[in-house]
């Protein structure tokens, strides 16, 4: 294979892929070849790096970096703050009660220091705060262990505490179904309130978790434009394409169809058109995954259910969607007079 992703996106935005402990061994070599940059899948996670209050475990966060650094790969940070995969002791006073507002914030601090002073220098912008917006109901924030022991100013904090352990991390929020119209404005709202409150973010996170079917281009081109209009960089974080909408419960499939695979090139291929239309306000698309062999998708939300949703199949080979993705962007080249420039 003599294209790669990385090249042919190079001038436009950098090309992500999550990675684990596992797959930077398994997929090392493709991950090297066709991606520029980097984000750990859960080894920075609060409960995978301090799972006690006295305790931090950073070799599986070690380890991926080192990767990093000796692929020359960009490494974005994942994630500082969230309300899964963090330990219960971070909101208990250790009598098997509610922690104090000012002992939480303190233990956020020293945690968030912590952690990103260790990767100041290898990691250059931080997913800070991770899905606090709710999809539906009628409070905008997500109910969760930290707007409960510490309130909707922990968002905030959270940045400030990154800002300070890091002054020259780029900073983002991050949150899936950034698209859907009603979330799109509770994450809009969120932000824009950080913004004019002057608290140091400066990105929003597209997780693009997206389907065969949903969202529609309308949808994401309104949700790029939106947060785009608060001044802020944008990168795509988490992008897969399933090959089932989300309430499909089939288990029946042992590989794609022909048809799923066919509109899965067309929905790449009309993604990365739009990412390229914007490609002013969009500085990185990242997927969560590899190839097909390893997917957070496996299993999920459907158990014993196989799925598809990356450009390289479980072997590791292109996919036509790849072909059609590779080829939009030396199109684009041709058509800007683009010459490669570094990234």
Known sequence: MNQTLREAYRGFFDIGAAVNARTIRS????????????????????????????????????????FAR????????HTLV???????????????????????????????????KRFAGDVYCWD??????????????????????????????AFEFAHEADPKALLFYNDYNESHPAKRERIYALVKSLVEAGTPIHGVGLQAHWNLYDPPLDDIRRA???YASLGLRLHITEMDVSMFAFDDR?????????????LQEERYESFFRVFLEYREAIDSVTFW???????????FPVRGR??????????????RSFERVAALAEAAKRGSGAGGASR
């Not at 196989?306 to 996919?319: E, G, I, Q, V």
């Open 224 to 226: 790029i434009e939106r």
């Open 128 to 157: 800070v705060v991770n899905e606090a917006v709710d999809d539906a109901g009628q409070d905008a924030l997500r109910a969760t262990k930290w707007l409960d022991v510490v309130g909707p100013s922990y968002i905030a904090k």
């Open 250 to 262: 089939r288990t029946d499939l042992a590989e794609p169809t022909d048809d799923m695979l066919a």
């Open 306 to 319: 196989t799925n598809w949703p990356l450009l390289f199949d479980a072997r590791h080979r292109p996919k």
């Open 27 to 66: 997929a090392g070599e493709l991950i090297a070849a066709q991606y520029n940059s980097i984000t750990a899948e859960n080894e920075m996670k609060p409960e995978r790096v301090h799972p006690e209050e006295e305790r931090y475990t950073f070799e599986e966060a070690d380890a991926i970096v080192a």
């Open 70 to 77: 000796a692929n020359g790969l960009r490494m974005r940070g």
């Open 82 to 116: 969230w309300h899964n995969q963090t330990p219960d002791w971070f909101f208990e006073d250790g009598r098997g009660g509610k922690a104090a507002k000012e002992a939480a914030l303190a233990r956020l601090r020293s945690h968030i220091r912590t952690v990103v």
């Open 289 to 299: 995954g590899a190839a097909d062999d390893y997917t957070w998708l496996h299993d």
